[in-house]
């Protein structure tokens, strides 16, 4: 059971925490592993998966895949901690943190983010802790001079005798 009356070392991103997975005593649900899970699963509690699990996994709460787990989901969470391996997007509340023995092949949006050394990340990541509406700036392109007569190609030759970028 999780202990409430000492604060959650996801409460204070300031503080550095080791790369560890979450005590034993703080998982309630294990899907061990010899479990083979097809289907949606959404949960409260903090969930461990040491086994296969394929299809979705919703949960506001705490989801750690274990050095055994083989995950191919999108997730949406709290907060993921991943020892294993997973194949999909992951979109956190909270923190997402792959240890040195995590594998992620998809993209990550989440406020926070921890990659250990060792870990493998194959994707693309959002982080914005304040969640904050931020806008990419749109690329500008400079023309040459009389650029609308020329041809793609013939333009690119110019840029680059002109040193336009």
Known sequence: MIKRDRPSEWD?????RQFVPAAEGEV???LGADTNFKGTLTFERPLKIDG????????RGFLIVGQSGEVHADIRSGNVVVDGKVSGNIVAEGKVQLN??????????ASRLAIAEGATFVGQCDVNPA????QKPKPTIAMAPNADSLSSPELAIKAVKTGLK
């Open 12 to 16: 204070d991103p300031g503080q550095p």
């Open 28 to 30: 309630e649900t294990t």
């Open 52 to 59: 296969k699990f394929e299809g979705e996994l919703t949960t």
């Open 100 to 109: 040195p023995t995590a594998s992620l092949i998809g993209d990550i949006r």
């Open 131 to 134: 969640g904050a509406d931020i």
